[in-house]
């Protein structure tokens, strides 16, 4: 059974940093695309980070390029979203998923696997 558990999330004031971690058992993460997603109030669920499974290939949404960081720790077979400078539009829950594919995928439905999402709250 594929298990996604994410952590790290909280309430922080704005140019403030956070990391986000997501522990996943039943699947490896070097055989398997990772992204984090995020949902505001109100929105849908956005594309936020990718990782592909050799870890040699990883995207952004413009709208956190630059502040934002996704990497992966083999040996736990975890994959981490480091955010730094952050804005209150960054307020979300934030889901982390799996691909069964080598394949970066920028859509949710794209990913066969989700956790159940932690609680990032920025305010000004």
């Known amino acids: 059974q594929v298990q996604l558990v994410e952590s790290g999330g909280g309430a922080v004031q704005a140019g403030a940093s956070l990391r986000l971690s997501c522990a996943l058992s039943g699947r490896t993460v070097t055989t398997s695309t990772m992204g984090w997603f995020r949902q505001g109030p109100g929105k849908e669920r956005e594309f936020v980070a990718t990782?592909?499974?050799?870890?040699?290939?990883?995207y952004y949404a413009d709208s956190v390029k630059g502040r934002f960081t996704i990497s992966r720790d083999n040996a736990k077979n975890t994959v981490y979203l480091q955010m730094n400078s952050l804005k209150p539009e960054d307020t979300a829950v934030y889901y982390c998923?799996?691909?069964?594919?080598?394949?970066?995928?920028?859509?949710?439905?794209?990913?066969?696997?989700w956790g159940q999402g932690t609680q990032v709250t920025v305010s000004s």
């Open positions: 990782i592909s499974a050799s870890g040699g290939s990883i």
């Open positions: 998923a799996a691909r069964r594919s080598y394949v970066i995928g920028y859509v949710a439905n794209e990913y066969n696997y």
